[in-house]
Structure formats: C-alpha cells, structure tokens
C-alpha cells in the first residue's frame, strides 16, 4: 500500500500538484479519495489554468501545468489541500504497483522531465559488496 500525506507530502509543490492530479484521474479503485472529490479536484484545478470548462472524457483530463505560475501553482496546492481537508481526507492511500508510462512523452514536456529527473536522479546499481575484496 502507497500512501502521500496530503499537508507534509515531502515533495515540491509541483510535484504534488502532478501526483494528486494523477491519482485522481487515474480511475484506480483503490484510491481512498470517491469519485465526486476526485472531479472536483481536477476541476478546480483546471479552472485556475483554463477558461473553458473542463474536460469529461477522462483521457482528455490533463492539466498542462507549463503556463502557471507560482501564485498557480500555490493556488492548486491549497485548493488540493483545501477540498481534501472538507473531505476528511489527511492521507491519500491506493494500492497499485508502479507502471510503465501508457504513452509516450511529447516533445514539449522533455525539458521538464529532463529537470525532473536531474532533482530526483535514480540511485545506481550497485552490487552486494559483502562477497567483494
């Protein structure tokens, strides 16, 4: 079992917006967040972002993030915390083993997750060295 703690998540801001976005659109049965407060997330969210009212396939319900700002981005993070709090919700929990991305990345978002991936770099492989030496 996974879980993120919704006020002390231990990420950047951005990295919150993006993982709580992904779990609620994700359609995961697990999730301990019922469907009504997952939209509602998501659509509060894309409003801070977009004009036009959001998406219903759940396909098309992706925030692009890239034109935000840090006041946005703050925006989104209490308005997460916010909706999930009148839920009684403190710790998202789901149950889901890590998968490949469905698709591939677009061009666009390769910087971001070139940056991405310089913060969080993977540990190295290294070998048991016990039996070494």
Known sequence: ??????????????QFVLMVIALCTSGLPSLNVPDPIRDRIFDRCWAL?????????REERVLDLRAGTEVTL???VA?????????????????HPPSEPSRPSTPEALPLIERLQRLYPEPPDIADRKGSG
Do not use: C, K, Y
């Open 1 to 14: 079992m996974q879980s993120l703690d919704v006020h002390d998540p231990g990420m950047p801001d951005l």
């Open 49 to 57: 972002v977009n004009d036009g009212p959001p998406p219903v396939r």
């Open 74 to 76: 703050e925006a989104m």
């Open 79 to 95: 308005t997460i915390r916010g909706v999930l709090s009148e839920a009684g919700v403190a710790r998202l929990t789901w149950d």
